[in-house]
């Protein structure tokens, strides 16, 4: 038997690695899994793993008021060594692009245990957008022996950088699996529906007025990058309020990130006078989240993760970023990128909510980012290289 270890800290690590978890639990006799959190997002990542009935057997806690990446990073490695050397794991999992990831890696080469990277090999090439992001993954990549890639894509950018063919398998993106079953698990429960619609009321969002009868739309906005702090969120909140003026028929819904960089142009723009369609609600559980998703009309987001999801659910998607590490989403027609320019914000947005054939041509576009069975293949594989 083989002893994985699992390591996340953040929200959306925790949304795309608890499918996996699940699908490790199914192979007791093959497999013992270990799980560790950092805590990264400690509020956000709680709410997943109660979602998902996930219990990790380490938490390292790592996050408190005001830290900087150099703090994060040298408390996750300064956890992690204890970590590892107290479990002894066969193998270090790890996800994505975040300093969690980053910095396990990195402990678990300090302890010469071999490194998966799920999500592996997605690039912009510009070490500086995202950031710390692109640097994280590119890193994160040189260490690990095994590579997870989600597409074909991100499979040819490991083997340009001289991974070896043998050590990469294409998956797909196991957020589609969790996002699968997360619809599933609304769908198949009549009394959920009203219960996510009574936490959207409570959050700040009425969903009733969606009904039929009303002909209203739904824009559905995220935003917590980095690179976009100050002057970025400023542009982007002037571009949401020319819209909700522009568009009195369709309500801006906007699920503020706890981050104060994120909020504090909110309040320099708009103050307390806001537009009646417009709505700045408190940040949602990923279930309530993914049902307002599936609700929308369109998404602008400058995420990573919703870039694959919503496509999935049939909704185009304006990304406020200048360049993508998903460039499938963009050769598919799933994505357009508009970065922070207010003029390309609020073109795109009003070409998607006037040009009925334009929107069809982005929300019929078929996803590139998998078929729900990634971690199917993740478990397969480890099956493989882990003797």
Same mark, same amino acid.
């Given at each position: 038997?083989?002893?994985?270890?699992?390591?996340?800290?953040?929200?959306?690590?925790?949304?795309?690695?608890?499918?996996?978890?699940?699908?490790?639990?199914?192979?007791?006799?093959?497999?013992?899994?270990?799980?560790?959190?950092? %805590?990264?997002?400690?509020?956000?990542?709680?709410?997943?793993?109660?979602?998902?009935?996930?219990?990790? #057997? $380490?938490?390292?806690?790592?996050?408190?008021?005001?830290?900087?990446?150099?703090?994060?990073?040298?408390?996750?490695?300064?956890?992690?060594?204890?970590?590892?050397?107290?479990?002894?794991?066969?193998?270090?999992?790890?996800?994505?692009?975040? =300093?969690?990831?980053?910095?396990?890696?990195?402990?678990?080469?300090?302890?010469?245990?071999?490194?998966?990277?799920?999500?592996? %090999?997605?690039?912009?090439?510009?070490?500086?957008?995202?950031?710390?992001?692109?640097?994280?993954?590119? !890193?994160?990549?040189?260490?690990?022996?095994?590579?997870?890639?989600?597409?074909?894509?991100?499979?040819?950018?490991?083997?340009?950088?001289?991974?070896?063919?043998?050590?990469?398998?294409?998956? @797909?993106?196991?957020?589609? #699996?969790?996002? $699968?079953?997360?619809?599933?698990?609304?769908?198949? #429960?009549?009394?959920?529906?009203?219960?996510?619609?009574?936490?959207?009321?409570?959050? @700040?969002? +009425?969903?009733?007025?969606?009904?039929?009868?009303?002909?209203?739309?739904?824009?559905?906005?995220?935003?917590?990058?980095?690179?976009?702090?100050? +002057?970025?969120?400023?542009?982007?909140?002037?571009?949401?309020?020319?819209?909700?003026? &522009? $568009?009195?028929?369709?309500?801006?819904?906007?699920?503020?990130?706890?981050? *104060?960089?994120?909020?504090? *142009?909110?309040? =320099?723009?708009? @103050?307390?006078? &806001?537009?009646?369609?417009?709505?700045?609600?408190?940040? !949602?559980?990923?279930?309530?989240?993914?049902?307002?998703? +599936?609700?929308?009309?369109?998404?602008?987001?400058?995420?990573?993760?919703?870039?694959?999801?919503?496509?999935?659910?049939?909704? *185009?998607?304006?990304?406020?970023?200048?360049? =993508?590490?998903?460039?499938?989403?963009?050769?598919?027609?799933?994505?357009?990128?508009? %970065?922070?320019?207010?003029?390309?914000? =609020?073109?795109?947005?009003?070409?998607?909510?006037?040009?009925?054939?334009?929107?069809?041509?982005?929300?019929?576009?078929?996803?590139? $980012?998998?078929?729900?069975?990634?971690?199917?293949?993740?478990?397969?594989?480890?099956?493989?290289?882990?003797?």
């Amino acid at each position: 038997m083989k002893k994985i270890m699992l390591v996340f800290g953040t929200r959306p690590e925790a949304i795309k690695v608890a499918p996996l978890v699940k699908e490790f639990q199914k192979y007791p006799e093959q497999f013992e899994l270990v799980t560790c959190v950092t %805590g990264q997002h400690r509020e956000m990542l709680d709410q997943v793993l109660q979602l998902f009935d996930i219990k990790p #057997d $380490y938490d390292l806690n790592i996050m408190k008021q005001g830290q900087d990446l150099v703090e994060v990073s040298a408390r996750i490695l300064l956890g992690m060594r204890d970590v590892l050397v107290q479990a002894k794991p066969d193998i270090v999992l790890v996800h994505g692009d975040t =300093t969690t990831s980053t910095i396990t890696a990195l402990s678990a080469f300090y302890q010469q245990i071999p490194v998966g990277h799920i999500e592996a %090999g997605l690039r912009t090439h510009n070490i500086y957008s995202p950031w710390p992001e692109e640097m994280n993954r590119q !890193l994160t990549g040189r260490m690990a022996s095994y590579h997870f890639s989600p597409t074909l894509l991100s499979q040819q950018n490991l083997l340009r950088e001289g991974i070896r063919n043998d050590n990469i398998i294409v998956t @797909g993106n196991t957020g589609i #699996d969790a996002l $699968y079953m997360i619809v599933d698990k609304i769908k198949n #429960d009549s009394s959920l529906g009203a219960k996510l619609s009574k936490e959207l009321r409570i959050a @700040g969002y +009425e969903t009733d007025r969606l009904s039929p009868s009303s002909a209203r739309r739904l824009v559905l906005i995220t935003g917590h990058r980095r690179e976009n702090f100050g +002057e970025g969120f400023i542009r982007i909140c002037k571009a949401i309020n020319f819209l909700s003026e &522009r $568009y009195a028929m369709v309500d801006f819904v906007y699920p503020m990130h706890l981050n *104060p960089n994120v909020r504090a *142009p909110i309040q =320099t723009v708009f @103050g307390r006078k &806001r537009p009646s369609n417009l709505f700045f609600i408190e940040p !949602l559980e990923y279930l309530s989240f993914v049902y307002l998703m +599936e609700k929308s009309f369109m998404v602008l987001t400058d995420s990573g993760g919703i870039q694959e999801e919503a496509p999935s659910l049939g909704k *185009p998607v304006l990304v406020m970023r200048d360049i =993508t590490e998903r460039l499938e989403s963009l050769k598919a027609g799933t994505v357009r990128l508009v %970065g922070t320019d207010y003029e390309k914000i =609020t073109s795109e947005v009003s070409k998607l909510l006037d040009d009925s054939e334009h929107y069809q041509e982005m929300s019929k576009a078929i996803s590139p $980012y998998g078929d729900g069975k990634a971690c199917e293949r993740v478990v397969s594989q480890i099956s493989n290289w882990i003797r």
